[in-house]
């Protein structure tokens, strides 16, 4: 199972720990405001954030950051290599579903068109899949300079439940004004064929009438961020957060997935322990 190895790659960290920092570096902060991030599925409820976490913990070495546990292999003044392990994000979209249940549509023919439905009436014909989450191992390269800064990983499952891959890259600059910190960035994110199978695919045991069974290939996502903050004081910040994720057209053609893209937003005051 995907959660023995987790633990053990937990002991295996904790074991090799004395090679780090005995004192380390933590980063611990919490901002409390509004926010949203839209769910693409079609019976999938959009996730509230109405509170952010933000805990990081770096040795000489080994390092934690916001969910992802690494180990640093290479590092120059302008560059650091790693390995990291993490959790794939796009479960979350499954998290909660809408109740349409409540719904009542009648005696529908058989061949009743769906995109002269509202979302709502087509969640009551096509409810998504389950679907779980996916620890993935990979390498991480970041470098920084005048010209910003450009992040790149390479990751794939080690738990078995996607068997796929994922390259993620990100460009971003940041540009200071005072206390104001306002970094824009780009990002994509291309998706294999097995991975895109797995979340947005419909196996044969789970075609209906309305969801046909569909195999994606593979595909690229395209995001863009922009995020700002502003220093209050030295442990206050006012942040703003604005973020737009393009699905690729094979996810987008899955029956179940209702909306082409996901955006996010968040406002509220960050304090920095």
């Known amino acids: 199972m995907w959660f023995v190895k987790v633990i053990a790659a937990l002991l295996l960290m904790l074991g090799l720990q004395h090679q780090a920092n005995a004192a380390g570096e933590f980063e611990f902060g919490l901002a409390l405001g509004a926010g949203e991030r839209t769910n693409p599925l079609i019976d999938g409820q959009d996730i509230n954030r109405n509170w ?56 529908l023919p058989v061949n009743t068109p769906l995109d002269g439905l509202n979302q709502s009436e087509q969640a009551s014909l096509i409810r998504a899949p389950d679907r779980d989450y996916a620890v993935e191992f990979g390498l991480e390269y970041l470098t920084e300079s005048q010209l910003g800064f450009f992040q790149v990983q390479m990751n794939t499952d080690v738990s078995n439940v996607h068997n796929g891959h994922e390259v993620w890259a990100r460009y971003g600059y940041d ?8 970094q824009p960035s780009i990002n994509l994110n291309w998706k294999s064929s097995a991975f895109n199978d797995y979340y947005y695919g419909v196996k044969d045991n789970e075609a209906t009438q309305f969801m046909p069974a569909y195999s994606p290939g593979s595909g690229v996502n395209v995001g863009v961020k922009l995020a700002l903050r502003y220093l209050i004081n030295e442990n206050w910040s006012a942040v703003i957060s604005v973020e737009y994720e393009s699905l690729n057209s094979e996810a987008t053609d899955s029956p179940f997935v209702y909306d082409d893209h996901i955006s996010s937003w968040f406002t509220g005051l960050f304090y920095s322990f």
């Open 52 to 107: 952010l976490i933000d805990f990081a913990w770096y040795g000489e070495r080994w390092f934690f950051d916001n969910g992802d546990l690494g180990y640093t292999m290479r590092e120059t003044d302008s560059m650091t290599l790693s390995a990291i392990v993490g959790v794939n994000s796009d479960r979350i979209f499954y998290e909660d579903k809408i109740f349409a249940q409540f719904v009542d549509l009648g005696n």
């Open 175 to 182: 540009w200071y004004r005072g206390r104001l910190q306002v």
